[in-house]
């Protein structure tokens, strides 16, 4: 099985300054068909995960364009331009190249 | 839009079956997509249980395959779980959702539910 592992696993930010936080995957995450296969979720407190990030870089819709993802092969990165105090929560990337599907242990994000 | 709702018991006995549906609403379950259970223990991480397309077909996460079947019942449109000989570490909170194939992930979710293997 793909296992994820993400650093830092808390991310003490201070509103308006960047964030920025890494996946990395113990197989390539690329498929032949030249796409990579992780996507990136935050669950805010008390809520189900919702989806920032698929297939790498692509924004899901009605995210703000202050997310963005990037990397290629085994590591990744989700960029927050500028933090919010809305974007507390716990952001987790997921392999999603093949079953089982997997999930990294999470970056906690918390506001100084 | 698609809603999800997870609904069953709360509280399951040690050595007993944990029995949940997955109620799907403003979709049809016979879409080509997959249904999938992801479980999250009490302040810990997501583990993937398994997926079912609603034609039966499914795949289970190898960790638990022995314990786990999941059905659809397109008539309801909804899909089930079950797992089997629970245990303590089967405490979590378990959520429902919807897996798009083709740009892979997951895009709609349920509350979740938490269920509580206890005697």
């Known amino acids: 099985d793909i296992v994820l592992t993400q650093s830092p696993l808390s991310l003490p930010v201070t509103p308006g300054e960047p964030a920025s936080m890494s996946c990395r995957s113990s197989?390539?995450?690329?498929?032949?068909?030249?796409?990579?296969?992780v996507d990136w979720y935050l669950q805010k407190p008390g809520q189900s995960p919702q989806l920032l990030i698929y297939?790498?870089?692509n924004r899901a819709p009605g995210v703000p364009d202050r997310f963005s993802g990037s990397g290629s092969g085994t590591d990744f990165t989700l960029t927050i331009s500028r933090v919010e105090a809305e974007d507390v929560g716990v952001y987790y990337c997921m392999q999603a190249l093949q079953v089982p599907r997997g999930f990294g242990p999470g970056t906690r994000l918390e506001i100084k | 839009q698609v809603q999800l709702q997870e609904s069953g018991p709360g509280l399951v006995k040690p050595s007993g079956t944990l029995s949940l549906t997955c109620a799907v609403s403003g979709g049809s379950i016979s879409s080509s997509n997959w249904w999938t259970w992801v479980r999250q223990p009490p302040g810990k991480g997501l583990e993937w249980i398994g997926q079912?397309?609603?034609?039966?077909?499914?795949h289970y996460n190898p960790s638990l395959k022995s314990r786990v079947t999941m059905s659809v019942d397109k008539s309801k449109n909804q899909f089930s779980l079950n797992l089997t000989s629970v245990t303590a570490a089967d405490t979590a909170v378990y959520y429902c959702a919807r897996w798009v194939g083709p740009s892979s992930f997951f895009d709609f979710w349920g509350p979740g539910i938490l269920v509580t293997v206890s005697s």
């Open positions: 079912i397309y609603h034609s039966d077909l499914t």
């Open positions: 197989e390539s995450l690329l498929h032949r068909n030249g796409y990579t296969y």
């Open positions: 297939l790498g870089s």
